[in-house]
């Protein structure tokens, strides 16, 4: 557990790696670090902020009810509900939400399956998968405008296995029980989601 | 409304941001900030200038009819007159003309068609469309040499759906009432149109 | 040869190239620099570190039995193996492994072939051959879970022509006498791996 | 015409600009700015320079023979005669020679026809094409082991037109009267070597 001062000092500094990768394109995406589990309590950024240069009152407090917790004229995002959902079934300590052209490319091209197929790939070891012909899978859930129905629908594509679900034509939910293990799990996912386009379209060669 | 000095300064910051992403190579591109509407005064980048390194008498203040207001001892681009008209129909303060790849694919791929078609993906929230299949279509006029008249057809080309035109093999215009909003709406379509290249690359696999 | 706190720093210049270059991502790759060839200590990355931003108690002192020989908590990476094998063949001082989307596409796309090969490219002249028409292979080894039998795997298949082997969906060893050829090797190769991709796409054109 | 340490100074600028943008990978590449045209002195980055941290050493004052004009212990790149012969011909007063991807990559698959061709294109303006539908052709020619006969080829091939000539599998050769105008040419030639290697790529779609 942290503070909140704390856990807002370790959304800043996803938001600066976060941008400086590219991943939070005009004003988009949004980041969550766990302060307290029960009743729970979170550090997220607020709607609209300009990723690559946060200030302290970008980061808002929110209990499970979506509810501010600080004094602020900001609101929180409506993609907060997503967050809350995700640190309802699992027992994770930070969210990162991000848009990058490659998670979508395989959003959709593998969208109607439902899910990204990953075969015997080293970097699934970053995930927890260490055996040599691992194979998982990561759930692709449609894009709802109705973001109660789309944190649902994430908190119960999401399964054990990965750390991650792709909304298809948005982005990608990734976590971990600490910020540097949702961001080594981002990092993971973005290679595999580069590699996995990119080889669809290299084993067109024949 | 801004002064000059501040018109400039924001200028300066959008320009520092479009060169560190790579967006205004060998000395192209220009940018502005509107100062006052009526009687019209912008203040935008000078021709040839290296748009990584501008200095506050890089930085012209032109009135409608392409006058420059300040002592200097540099001319305005000649695509400044596609700048003021876009001011003149739309109620916009920023104004950001830039050269990328992906942007010139896009432009010439769908040249023909004089239109790129987006459909349902969520960066179309960034440019103010919050449905859940969203569709809107980004004008691309032709690349005319004569630039009062390519000021013109991007005028014409332009509707309030999407705050940007594209100019086919040359680059894109995009526009927002404030620098912030002029810098997102860039952001969020130089994602789509690299997302629209590698998607049709891509579906050609089958 | 080198002191260990020499090459300790050799070993942080060389991650810090690399991070910037994305070739470590999700904590991946390991770096060593050799301190004394016989009896054998080489300084190279723990396990898991974030490579972005090493300490110097990061870099462990390891001998050829791949025990720790400096007071630790940390734990060396089971891929130090791999490098012991390399230091043993070889006469090379600093050996680099890394992971990239291009390395391991090449490496998934000639890995029935077990070798890529690469034929009167300019930047082979890095590698060592000045010849006009200078063509080399560099091998491909399966991604072994055992890591001793990796180590072997790439230890065999390394020969004195390309100072590198791949591993398949993996990543790469590259090797030199100093650390700073061991990178000249490495981005030289990173180059060709992608050259030899792209060329690969567009040459189904036709 | 500069004095020496005003053209080392420049070549150290244009080094730090092509080592940022990755053009110049494992210590490939050299560039030069005219000292003086006639006796010919140029300065110009000696042989396996790390690129990315230049010292004032680095940079040699040539004489048209190669004789290096001032003491020191490095010698003069052997590509030192393609630029010689490049000033010879024109009355450029600076060269750039890079390696990038997509210039080696335009390179093959153009190689066969000897150039590559480039139509109505608006970067075209930055080499000085101002019609609406100006077209050239960058010449390539082959990558000669023997340097001297590379410099002949070079400028036997290269062309008022345009600044610039290809050397197949190898890298480019790009110049102008200034080292900003270098700069601007080849920034906007490495512009429209992606693009036309991706249009040829999307192209396939049909």
């Known amino acids: 557990m942290h503070t909140f001062d704390e856990a807002a000092q370790a959304?800043?500094?996803l938001a600066q790696f976060c941008s400086h990768k590219g991943w939070l394109p005009a004003t988009s995406g949004n980041l969550s670090v766990l302060v307290?589990?029960?009743?729970?309590?979170?550090a997220i950024t607020r709607s609209g902020a300009d990723k690559q240069r946060l200030q302290a009152d970008d980061i808002l407090c929110i209990d499970e009810?979506?509810?501010?917790?600080?004094?602020?004229?900001?609101?929180?995002?409506?993609?907060?509900?997503?967050h809350i959902e995700l640190y309802r079934k699992?027992?994770?300590?930070?969210?990162?939400?991000?848009?990058t052209v490659f998670n979508n490319l395989v959003s959709e091209l593998y969208g109607?399956?439902?899910?990204?197929?990953?075969?015997?790939?080293?970097?699934?070891?970053?995930?927890?998968?260490?055996?040599?012909?691992?194979?998982?899978?990561?759930?692709?859930?449609?894009?709802?405008?109705?973001?109660a129905r789309l944190g649902q629908a994430v908190a119960e594509a999401a399964?054990?296995?990965?750390?991650?679900?792709?909304?298809?034509?948005?982005?990608i939910y990734a976590w971990g029980d600490t910020p540097e293990a949702a961001r080594r799990h981002l990092e993971a996912i973005e290679f595999l989601a580069e590699y996995v386009y990119r080889l669809g379209v290299a084993r067109d060669i024949g």
């Open 112 to 147: 109607d399956e439902g899910a990204v197929p990953i075969h015997g790939h080293e970097l699934l070891k970053a995930l927890g998968h260490w055996e040599e012909d691992a194979e998982v899978s990561i759930p692709i859930v449609p894009n709802y405008a109705d973001l």
């Open 159 to 171: 399964h054990a296995e990965v750390p991650a679900v792709f909304v298809r034509n948005h982005g």
């Open 65 to 82: 009810h979506m509810q501010v917790q600080t004094e602020t004229a900001y609101r929180p995002s409506a993609e907060t509900s997503v």
């Open 90 to 99: 699992f027992s994770c300590g930070s969210i990162l939400h991000v848009h």
């Open 36 to 42: 307290e589990r029960d009743p729970m309590k979170i």
């Open 11 to 13: 959304v800043i500094s």
